[in-house]
């Protein structure tokens, strides 16, 4: 997955991640996030470095000193409206699963550079399929696209 930003919902003002599908049909992944969670995915993905470690800082230096590496990040359930996700850690050879809030998940991938991934049923299930006109401002659709997908989406509409 690509992460395409952080945006903010209209009128809720509620931030939402972008994650889009890498390969065709290139869905999106809208995922609903606290405020602290997106500010901190924000500042990592525009390379700004706050003068004390936020939390997310934290547990990468945390890690970082245990030897342990963040492998990557995958999305891998959706229940009730609830978006699940698991972070794949490697120390001295041994892999562990930690499960994490997507958001949280993807502050450390960011930080680090780990790879986000999701499960195919959770594309299958709340993955969203822009339509791009062919042109040469497709790049533009895109983003024009993603900006009325988030007008429009509501959390409801993720809820079984």
């Known amino acids: ?20 599908e890498r390969v065709e049909p290139g869905r999106v992944l809208p995922i609903y996030i ?9 500042q990592a993905l525009n390379g700004d470095e706050p003068p004390r ?16 590496e963040l492998r990557s990040v995958t999305v891998t359930d959706l229940r009730s409206g609830t978006f699940y996700a698991e972070l794949e850690l490697v120390s001295g050879g041994d892999t562990t699963r930690v499960s994490a809030r997507p958001s949280d998940a993807v502050a450390l991938a960011v930080r680090v550079g780990a790879p986000v991934f999701a499960a195919e049923g959770v594309l299958d299930e709340a993955g969203q399929v822009p339509a791009v006109a062919e042109t040469d401002d497709a790049p533009d659709e895109l983003v024009d696209e993603f900006r009325r997908f988030i007008d429009e989406v509501n959390p409801e509409d993720f809820e079984s």
């Open 53 to 68: 470690p936020l939390t997310h800082d934290l547990m990468c230096s945390i890690l970082e000193s245990l030897g342990s």
């Open 34 to 42: 606290g405020g602290a969670e997106a500010s901190s995915i924000h």
């Open 1 to 20: 997955m690509e992460i395409v930003g952080v945006q903010v919902e209209v009128p809720a003002n509620t931030p939402v991640l972008m994650l889009r």
